[in-house]
T-cell receptor, first 116, second 114 residues
Framework: AQKITQTQPGMFVQEKEAVTLDCTYDTSDPSYGLFWYKQPSSGEMIFLIYQGSYDQQNATEGRYSLNFQKARKSANLVISASQLGDSAMYFCAMRELDSGNTPLVFGKGTRLSVIA | DTAVSQTPKYLVTQMGNDKSIKCEQNLGHDTMYWYKQDSKKFLKIMFSYNNKELIINETVPNRFSPKSPDKAHLNLHINSLELGDSAVYFC?????????????FGPGTRLLVL
């Protein structure tokens, strides 16, 4: 069963608008971490934001915020005031923490295109 | 200063050859990983090391052998390269800290097997 689902293979957004990238996850561990990464066309993986399952507040990092809805098992990434440089692949990932040092499990990614 | 570095960045080689990819992190992290990203951009874990000890070995052909000479290095050696090994290989490292965890990735090594 897929642990991370990103249902939007591609998204378009107008420059300066906000955009939400969807991510749902599946785990029975009560303790887990959720991550978002950006992969521009140059190929590197850039860490954006982290949310722990016990965190009371939604994580925010600059223009990035994570809309964490635990009951729905969703961890959507919100990018405010989109810029042309935000065009990239975005990956949602999860790490289950109760099982020791488990690696990240990634979704299939969403390709975001920002239009001028 | 690069936190996680990999060499080489590009690797083009013939089928049947043996090659190595090196990874170093200067973050003092305990855990390092190798991930493979296929042509469809799907990222999957291959190996995980914690303090030089192998803790995760996913279903990977035994032609792939990781080696961790010390906590800061995790190298990947591949024997008898096959066409299907063509992919981007990412090294990563992570550490727990108050407020959560961050996994940092290296720049990736683009391997093309001809």
């Amino acid at each position: 069963a897929q642990k991370i689902t990103q249902t939007q293979p591609g998204m378009f957004v107008q420059e300066k608008e906000a955009v939400t990238l969807d991510c749902t996850y599946d785990t029975s561990d009560p303790s887990y971490g959720l991550f978002w990464y950006k992969q521009p066309s140059s190929g590197e993986m850039i860490f954006l934001i982290y949310q722990g399952s016990y965190d009371q507040q939604n994580a925010t990092e600059g223009r990035y915020s994570l809309n964490f809805q635990k009951a729905r098992k969703s961890a959507n990434l919100v990018i405010s005031a989109s810029q042309l440089g935000d065009s990239a692949m975005y990956f949602c990932a999860m790490r289950e923490l109760d099982s020791g040092n488990t690696p990240l499990v990634f979704g299939k990614g969403t390709r975001l295109s920002v239009i001028a | 200063d690069t936190a996680v570095s990999q060499t080489p960045k590009y690797l083009v080689t013939q089928m049947g050859n043996d090659k190595s990819i090196k990874c170093e992190q200067n973050l003092g992290h305990d855990t390092m990983y190798w991930y493979k990203q296929d042509s469809k951009k799907f990222l999957k874990i291959m190996f995980s090391y914690n303090n030089k000890e192998l803790i995760i070995n996913e279903t990977v052909p035994n032609r792939f052998s990781p080696k961790s000479p010390d906590k800061a290095h995790l190298n990947l050696h591949i024997n008898s390269l096959e066409l299907g090994d063509s992919a981007v290989y990412f090294c990563a490292s992570s550490q727990w800290a108050e407020g959560g965890e961050t996994q940092y990735f290296g720049p990736g090594t683009r391997l093309l097997v001809l």
